[in-house]
T-cell receptor, first 113, second 111 residues
Framework: GDSVTQMEGPVTLSEEAFLTINCTYT??????LFWYVQYPGEGLQLLLK?????DKGSNKGFEATYRKETTSFHLEKGSVQVSDSAVYFC????????????FGKGTLLTVNP | DVKVTQSSRYLVKRTGEKVFLECVQD?????MFWYRQDPGLGLRLIYF???????EKGDIPEGYSVSREKKERFSLILESASTNQTSMYLC??????????FGPGTRLTVL
């Protein structure tokens, strides 16, 4: 079945540091890939997505590239801010599974001033 | 913007009570989903619905049921709440594209 593996946290960085959160996936079909973010006490918000190989999703300075050859979708940001502190979830949506989302376990990011 | 609302942000119930969690979306989406979120386990799909009165079990349906009488509303029912159902419950909806939009969540505590 489908699965998503993302790096375990927590991740603690200083403001303006470079961020990478690794995500790899297993899917039977050709999934779409997502990063969702959850700020403290809130629901999930879509951060970015990519629907096919070599697509790059980007939003709010975050980027991720759909790499079919390595089945990866790593999240990156060049300079994090305190306001980026949140839990980040990698997810895939497989058309062969009725477009259900399969999530990774989440990575808690804390950015210190 | 898509808006998904959930009836309560926080709920405290006693073991054995029947619990209703309500979710409403305003974008005429066909698909709606219920997840629970637990530390270290991420989000797990309980049930989803792809049309009015239609439902399918997700990965962890035991102890739960759902109701979708109107397109905009999807209810999660705990027939007899137990302490192991203490969790954060998240509702989501999806239209013809593949993006799911989430509500703010309901944190349920069962004593």
């Amino acid at each position: 079945g489908d699965s998503v593996t993302q790096m375990e946290g927590p991740v603690t960085l200083s403001e303006e540091a470079f961020l990478t959160i690794n995500c790899t996936y297993t899917a039977t079909g050709y999934p779409s890939l997502f990063w969702y973010v959850q700020y403290p006490g809130e629901g999930l918000q879509l951060l970015l997505k990519a629907t096919k190989a070599d697509d790059k999703g980007s939003n709010k300075g975050f980027e991720a590239t759909y790499r079919k050859e390595t089945t990866s979708f790593h999240l990156e940001k060049g300079s994090v801010q305190v306001s980026d502190s949140a839990v980040y979830f990698c997810a895939l949506s497989d058309p062969g599974s009725n477009y259900k989302l399969t999530f990774g376990k989440g990575t808690l990011l804390t950015v210190n001033p | 913007d898509v808006k998904v609302t959930q009836s309560s942000r926080y709920l405290v119930k006693r073991t054995g009570e029947k619990v209703f969690l309500e979710c409403v979306q305003d974008m005429d989406h066909e698909n709606m989903f219920w997840y629970r979120q637990d530390p270290g386990l991420g989000l797990r799909l309980i049930y989803f619905s792809y049309d009015v009165k239609m439902k399918e079990k997700g990965d962890i349906p035991e102890g739960y049921s759902v109701s979708r009488e109107k397109k905009e509303r999807f209810s999660l029912i705990l027939e007899s709440a137990s302490t192991n159902q203490t969790s954060m419950y998240l509702c989501a909806s999806k239209g013809s594209l593949d993006t799911q939009y989430f509500g703010p969540g309901t944190r349920l505590t069962v004593l």
